[in-house]
T-cell receptor, first 111, second 116 residues
């Protein structure tokens, strides 16, 4: 079973829409989670960390649901510039140097 | 400018011809890592290094070697490349224990490798 799984999409939404992605992880002992953004086969860049209490950064909100073992990313008021692939990342609970990336969820924001 | 650089950016080679992809960072980071990215599989960790002369295997180390003789450099070596190593490769660096401290991993621009 994969450590991290994501719906590949694509999610096609109009500008201004609210969209949410989920990412499930297999190891219930996992403690550290992140969302990265990747534009068209360029390098991934950190979007935000995911804290137990949830966190918000402008239009972006990340949440953790430990009971169901998933993290979510909510994007409000989508912009054209939000079009990208969003990668979920989980750190191994046994080795903090090992990172597991999901295969990504593609978002297309259309005018 | 803080950055991670990789060379070459694109490489087409033939099976069995040894190659090295270089990775260098100017942020004095202890931690460096190599990933490969394939369609539908996401990024998979090949090797990582916690500091100079300290390296360890990731999830897909077969067919690769690394070395960490200097803090800033972390080359990826393919001794005998095969077609199944055709992929997009990323090098990354971060502060030590980035995973537990929530520190960002900074990625290089990627190296697109094709092995014929």
């Amino acid at each position: 079973r994969k450590e991290v799984e994501q719906d590949p999409g694509p999610f096609n939404v109009p500008e201004g829409a609210t969209v949410a992605f989920n990412c499930t992880y297999s190891n219930s002992a996992s403690q550290s989670f992140f969302w990265y953004r990747q534009d068209c086969r360029k390098e991934p860049k950190l979007l935000m960390s995911v804290y137990s209490s949830g966190n918000e950064d402008g239009r972006f909100t990340a949440q953790l649901n430990r009971a169901s073992q998933y993290i979510s990313l909510l994007i409000r008021d989508s912009k054209l510039s939000d079009s990208a692939t969003y990668l979920c990342v989980v750190i191994s609970p046994y080795n903090f140097n090992k990172f597991y990336f999901g295969s990504g969820t593609k978002l297309n924001v259309k005018p | 400018e803080a950055q991670v650089t990789q060379n070459p950016r694109y490489l087409i080679t033939v099976t069995g011809k040894k190659l090295t992809v270089t990775c260098s960072q100017n942020m004095n980071h202890e931690y460096m890592s190599w990933y490969r990215q394939d369609p539908g599989l996401g990024l998979r960790q090949i090797y990582y290094s916690m500091n100079v002369e300290v390296t360890d295997k990731g999830d897909v180390p077969e067919g690769y070697k690394v070395s960490r003789k200097e803090k800033r450099n972390f080359p990826l070596i393919l001794e005998s490349p095969s077609p199944n190593q055709t992929s997009l490769y990323f090098c990354a660096s971060s502060d030590r224990l980035a995973g537990v401290n929530g520190n960002e991993q900074f990625f290089g621009p990627g190296t697109r490798l094709t092995v014929l």
